[in-house]
C-alpha cells in the first residue's frame, strides 16, 4: 500500500507555543489529505480536509486560526497548532488519498503533550 | 446526517473466528472501510467494499449489504496479535463531494489464549 510518512511523532510543548505538524505521501501523489484528532479510547474525529492549491475546508467546531493548515504541494500538507493550551493535548493524525484511489492511508500520529 | 454503530468491546479466543458488525445510515453511499487500529498507533486499511457481497481477503473478510445498512468485518484463526481497535468508516457522496470518511466509535477486539 501506499505510504504516508507524518512528523513528528511526538510533541512535548509548553503553554503557548506553536507546533506544526508534517503529513507526506511518499510514493504517490494526493490531491486530498485529511487530518484528525483522536481522544483515548475515542474515534477518529475529522477537523479539515485540505486540497492541494486552495484553502482546507473545517469541520463544525474546528477554529480555523487555531488549527492552519497548509497544503503547499501534491505531497505535502502542514497542520500548525498555534498557542497550544493542555486541552489541545491529543493524538493528531493525517491521511492522504491519492487521485485515483477511494483509500485513505494514514500516517502513523503524533501524540501532542501540552504542559 | 450519519450514524455508525459498532460494537464497543468484544473478546474472542486464540484460534477462534470472530464477527465485527457496523450498521450504518447515510445519504449518499460511496463505499465501506475497515481499519484495523493498535493501541496509540495511526490505523491500518485492511478492507473496501461498495458493492454487495463478500471480499474476502486471507484471514480477513468484509461483507456489505447496502439494503441493510449492514457490514460486518470477519477475522479467522484469531492471533494474539490480532487484539486492536476495528473502525469501520463510510464514505457519503454528499459530504465534501465524497472526500471524506466518517468513522463510527470503534470496536475494541481483545484476544484472549
Known amino acids: 500500500g501506499a505510504v504516508v510518512s507524518q512528523h513528528p511523532s511526538r510533541v512535548i510543548c509548553k503553554s503557548g507555543t506553536s507546533v506544526k505538524i508534517e503529513c507526506r505521501s511518499l510514493?504517490?501523489?494526493?490531491?486530498?489529505m485529511f487530518w484528525y484528532r483522536q481522544f483515548p479510547k475515542q474515534s477518529l474525529m475529522l477537523m479539515a480536509t485540505?486540497?492541494?492549491?486552495?484553502?482546507?475546508?473545517?469541520e463544525q467546531g474546528v477554529e480555523k486560526d487555531k488549527f492552519l493548515i497548509n497544503h503547499a504541494s501534491l505531497t505535502l500538507s502542514t497542520l500548525t497548532v498555534t498557542s497550544a493550551h493542555p486541552e489541545d493535548s491529543s493524538f493528531y493524525i493525517c491521511?492522504?488519498?491519492?487521485?485515483?484511489?477511494?483509500?485513505?492511508?494514514f500516517g502513523a500520529g503524533t501524540r501532542l503533550s501540552v504542559l | 446526517g450519519q450514524n455508525i454503530d459498532q460494537p464497543t468491546e468484544m473478546t474472542a479466543t486464540e484460534g477462534a473466528i470472530v464477527q465485527i458488525n457496523c450498521t450504518y445510515q447515510?445519504?449518499?453511499?460511496?463505499?465501506l472501510f475497515w481499519y484495523q487500529q493498535h493501541a496509540g498507533e495511526a490505523p491500518t486499511f485492511l478492507s473496501y467494499?461498495?458493492?454487495?457481497g463478500l471480499e474476502e481477503k486471507g484471514r480477513f473478510s468484509s461483507f456489505l449489504s447496502r439494503s441493510k445498512g449492514y457490514s460486518y468485518l470477519l477475522l479467522k484463526e484469531l492471533q494474539m496479535k490480532d487484539s486492536a481497535s476495528y473502525l469501520c468508516?463510510?464514505?457519503?457522496?454528499?459530504?465534501?463531494?465524497?472526500?471524506?470518511?466518517?468513522f463510527g466509535g470503534g470496536t475494541r477486539l481483545m484476544v484472549k489464549p
Open positions: 485540505s486540497n492541494e492549491g486552495s484553502k482546507a475546508t473545517y
Open positions: 447515510t445519504s449518499g453511499f460511496n463505499g
Open positions: 510514493d504517490f501523489q494526493a490531491t486530498t
Open positions: 467494499n461498495v458493492l454487495d
Open positions: 491521511s492522504a488519498r491519492g487521485t485515483e484511489s477511494n483509500i485513505q492511508y
Open positions: 468508516a463510510v464514505r457519503d457522496l454528499i459530504r465534501n463531494a465524497g472526500n471524506m470518511l466518517t
